[in-house]
């Protein structure tokens, strides 16, 4: 008999859990829209590395009763984002390693998943592994994507504040100019000391 080929977005989960196989690959960043939608706004998605995966179904015995139906994945690649200091790209690394049940129906689901820690999910002939591999990398992406030292001086950009120097941009000869509130604060402190 010939091995069945499983096929990652129309995944007979069940057959494949029971069959302990394990199916990986790569699949484009680009190919992911809900994860690239998120990213750098001017990445090029096509130059970036592939993500890498990786499933494996899995039964676990229990005393009384059929085997639970496990799934076990890994998904890793690197993403750039825009940091949140200086806004340019910063690449950042996501591993994510996940178990997630099997269970017959959504009734089941819905009990399990509210009474314990455990991902569950309902068994279907036609699950779309790649759309959780994809919920699993969006929900593992950084709070605040942030370089450790941005590359560009992200201090120099900012107006730093010295009430005894003039602005730059200080224009106190010209009719029109406006009182620069913190020089008055400055000559308030000078007069108390």
Do not use: Y
């Amino acid at each position: 008999m010939k091995p069945r080929s499983f096929v990652p977005q129309k995944l007979d989960v069940g057959a494949f859990i029971d069959s302990g196989e394990v199916l990986e690959g790569d699949v484009p960043v680009a190919d992911l829209s809900r994860l690239a939608a998120g990213l750098f706004a001017q990445a090029d998605l096509a130059a970036l590395p592939a993500v890498q995966w990786r499933a494996q179904g899995r039964l676990v015995k229990q005393r009384v009763g059929q085997p639970q139906r496990w799934l076990d994945v890994e998904v890793k690649g690197v993403f750039p984002w825009e940091c949140q200091r200086c806004l340019h790209a910063v690449d950042l690394p996501i591993e994510v390693s996940r178990s997630v049940r099997f269970v017959d129906d959504e009734a089941a689901a819905a009990n399990l998943d509210a009474d314990s820690d455990d991902d569950v999910l309902a068994i279907s002939r036609q699950f779309d592994l790649l759309e959780l591999l994809e919920d699993e990398l969006i929900m593992a992406q950084p709070l605040v994507p942030r370089h450790e030292r941005c590359p560009t001086d992200v201090e120099r950009h900012m107006r730093s504040f010295d009430p005894d120097e003039p602005d730059a941009g200080d224009s106190s000869n010209s009719e029109n100019a406006k009182p620069n509130p913190f020089a008055a604060l400055a000559a308030l402190k000078k007069n108390q000391t």
